[in-house]
Each structure stands twice: as C-alpha cells, then as structure tokens.
C-alpha cells in the first residue's frame, strides 16, 4: 500500500448539510470540494472575503453543480458565528457535519509573538471550537445526529522547534477538547472525529507567509502531505465514522516513539564529550590498533528530542515490530517522490538509500538505513533487519558484490563497501551502540552477529 495515495472519497454522504469553518482556501477549501463532490450541501465561512471571492470563482469553472455557500463570518466573533449556524439550521431544519478548520498561524518564536497573536490562535482554534460546537450539539441531537469533525495537527503532540508555541498550544487544546467530547458523547447518535495531518504544503498559507527557513522542524522528517490528501481522508473518516485520522497514516508511530521516552522532558545530562570523538580516537589505525571496550549504551546530548524518543522507542519489541513493516516502503516513497532528497528520519537519526546489485538477479536493489557518517567522508551501516534473525538481503548482496552506491539528500556516489572484522568492528560496534543503544536489543533480539559495513566513497 503507497502510504502517499488517498483513496478517492466515497460518494456516501448525498443530501448531507455540513458546516466548514476556515473553508475558503487551503485544507478547508480541498475539503469544502471533495464534500460537494460527494454530495453534500456545503456551508462554508472564511474571514477573507478575498479568499471568499476566489473560492467562488473557482467553483464557477468547476464541472458539474455543486452545493456550496459562502459567507464572510469571523469565528472569533461568537455572536456572528452563532446567527451562521442559525441561518443555515433554518434552511434545512438540520445539521449533519461541522468541521471546524478555521486557525491563525503565524510562525514566531515565543519573544517575537504579540500577546494579541497568541491569544488570537487560541480563539481561532480553540475557543471558535467550542463555540460552534455548543450552538450545533443540540439542534444535532434534535435532529437526527451528526459527526464533529475538528482539525488538529501533528504539532499538538510531538513538541519540537518551529511551530510556533501558540499554534502548538493551540492544536493540543483542540485535541484534548475532542478527545473529552468524544467520550462524553460515547453511545449517542452524534460522532466525534480528530484530523491530525502533518506539514501541509500547497496552502496559499504556506505559499506566502512561510519562507522555507521557518518551515516545522517536522517538515524535516515526515514527509509533507497536500490538502487533497488530507480532503479525502476527512470524507472518509466522516462516512465511516473513525473517531481519529491521521495523515500521513503511520504518524502514531512517532507519537508512541515520543511518548515512550518521558526523560526527554527533562535536560539531557552532559556526557563529557562527543561519541564520536571519542570513536576517533579509538579508531584503529596502523600504528595504534584499537583496543575493545565494554558496550555502552548511552545516549549523547547532543542528540534532538525526537532523535532521543526514537532510540528510546528502538529497544521496544512492539514499536520495532510496527516500524519494520512501515518505514521501509515509506522510506522508498518519500525517496522516489522526492528525487533522492528525502527518507523517513533524515532529521532525526542520519539515513541513506543504499543501491546494491542482486547476487542472484544481477539487477539493482534499494534499501534504507541508518547510518553514521565518519570524518573521512565513509559511512558505518549494520544489518540488523530489525533484530530478525536471517541477515538482510543488502548484506549478502554486498558480501558477493562490494561496489554499491549510497543517495543521501540528493546526491548518489559510488561507493565500496568492507566488512569490519577483529578490532576495527569492536571499536565501530562500541561507538556506533553509544550512538543508537537499539543496536544492544537488535542484536539480542536476533541471535546473530550483526556485520558492520564501511561504505568508503570510489
């Protein structure tokens, strides 16, 4: 399955009356299309009457009829939302969907943000939330039930440098406000959905406001999604009822990762110095053969948070399991979609695209893997296949043929691969555990002596 392809929205939801906050560009502009395209009677309201104005010239040149209404409403004005909603009710005597999609974004570290920016991103999101969620529960529960539908983000669970804090906060507050809502509405006839997509791209948001230099840190290691993408997973999750959705779909994967590791809340001790200098010196060289010293299995302060959360989440059995059957084709995905620039976890723990030559069918074979780049320009890679026991085709591959190359943010080089052996491996083992210590468990875990690669440049 390409994690990367939305299925097409079914068109289950005819004659439906649905209500879309923020509707008129970006995500909620996708979602106010693909609703109308599977026959709902769209309500949309928007703060931009500039933005207004071009969804509904865009809509002239679509094909078909859509039902679709616009108004100029701002959501932080509560009695303006309120008299929206009435309208609409007083229309169709009925509310089936409200999607709240509205927010304010402004990317700002916390000293350049206004306490009016910040409290505004919470009253867009958040209190604008709340606020329309009261005035449709009980003309939905009058009726015939609903879906709420409320857009999060990956930014209100895993806590790392670029959103700004308010839109953080905010995201988080919006989660934790459904999450509540769906338990309190547990057994009635009205259903609760959260939308988390991750970096969206394709906004008009995006397009002008954001310069790549302030683009999420998660941009950097979850490959971004667009708002059809994310359109056509909220289609199907108000059809069928999910009470979450996440997009990209392994995201939970990175939540668990983060949340098994609770020390990270905490500032990382100093370790004395760098693994890798101290690998440097233990690198054996002609005059000065290393010596083996007992594994260690600390992490290093430098490392990121989510660097952290994912060597922690590496000695976990299920959360490998899991990652074993996601990342390698997210990782090719990511790869081919993005020309060689991107893999799963680039930002967080440093990953290559290794091509090596089949021993048996003589064609080319690419695999992602972890590396550790050394100063000389080479680069360590083990094959741990997840702690499974066989050893990984890659491996054997580059046992019967040693010339392979590597892609890594772009740029692929030759390479010639050797397999470490005798006091060089032990030196390469002892740092490369120091760091990433899931390379202790992989090890256990598979009951074989893991073989380390040197991949040297050609």
């Known amino acids: 399955m390409n994690p990367f392809r939305s299925k097409p929205a079914r068109p289950s939801l005819p004659g439906r009356v649905c209500l879309v906050t923020g509707g008129a560009a970006g995500i909620g502009w996708a979602l106010t299309r693909a609703l109308a395209a599977a026959g709902v009677h769209v309500y949309v309201c928007d703060n931009s009457q500039a933005g207004l104005d071009r969804a509904a010239a865009e809509l002239a040149q679509l094909p078909g009829t859509a039902s679709v209404m616009f108004a100029h409403v701002d959501v932080t004005d509560r009695t303006a939302l309120e008299e929206w909603i009435a309208k609409v009710h007083a229309e169709h005597r009925r509310i089936d969907v409200l999607v709240h999609n509205a927010a304010y974004i402004r990317w700002a570290d916390i000293e350049e943000m206004t306490v009016e920016q910040a409290q505004l991103s919470m009253r867009t999101s958040y209190d604008a939330l709340v606020c329309s969620v009261t005035a449709v529960l009980p003309l939905m529960r009058a009726g015939r039930g609903g879906q709420i539908v409320a857009m999060g983000s990956a930014a209100g669970r895993i806590f790392v440098k670029g959103p700004s804090a308010a839109y953080a906060a905010a995201k988080a507050a919006v989660e934790a406000y459904t999450e509540m809502l769906r338990i309190e509405l547990a057994g009635s006839n009205i259903g609760v959905t959260l939308v988390r997509p991750a970096t969206v791209v394709g906004t008009d948001f995006f397009k002008v406001h954001v310069p790549s230099a302030r683009m999420p840190r998660i941009a950097d290691f979850l490959p971004p999604t667009t708002p059809e993408k994310v359109a056509a997973a909220t289609v199907q999750a108000i059809s069928?009822?999910?009470p979450a959705v996440d997009i990209p779909g392994y995201l939970p994967s990175f939540y668990r990762a983060y949340a098994m590791a609770p020390e990270l809340t905490r500032k990382a001790a100093a370790t004395g110095g760098s693994a890798?200098?101290?690998y440097a010196a233990r690198r054996p060289t002609a005059a000065t053969p290393a010596q083996p010293?007992?594994?260690r299995s600390s992490g290093t302060h430098q490392d990121g948070l989510i660097a952290r959360a994912l060597k922690k989440a590496g000695g976990n059995a299920h959360f490998v399991h899991v990652m074993s059957h996601i990342a390698p084709g997210v990782?090719?995905?990511a790869h081919r979609l993005s020309g060689g620039r991107m893999l799963l976890m680039p930002a967080t723990l440093p990953s290559l695209m290794l091509t090596t030559i089949g021993r048996r069918s003589g064609q080319p074979r690419q695999t992602p893997l972890?590396?550790?780049?050394?100063s000389d320009g080479s680069y360590?890679?083990?094959d741990t296949n997840f702690g499974r026991p066989p050893s990984p085709a890659w491996s054997h591959n580059l046992i019967a043929t040693p010339r392979a190359s590597v892609t890594r943010r772009?740029?692929?080089?030759?390479v010639t691969a050797t397999l470490l052996e005798g006091t060089e491996r032990a030196a390469a083992w002892d740092?490369?555990?120091e760091v990433w210590p899931a390379y202790v468990s992989f090890a256990q875990r598979s009951g074989r002596r893991l073989r380390i690669f040197r991949l040297t440049p050609a």
Do not use: I, K, N
Request: net charge positive.
């Open 293 to 295: 010293e007992p594994l």
């Open 410 to 414: 772009g740029s692929t080089l030759p």
């Open 370 to 374: 972890l590396c550790h780049l050394e």
């Open 331 to 333: 990782d090719r995905a």
């Open 380 to 382: 360590l890679v083990v």
């Open 240 to 242: 069928s009822r999910r």
């Open 431 to 433: 740092h490369l555990v």
């Open 276 to 278: 890798r200098r101290d």
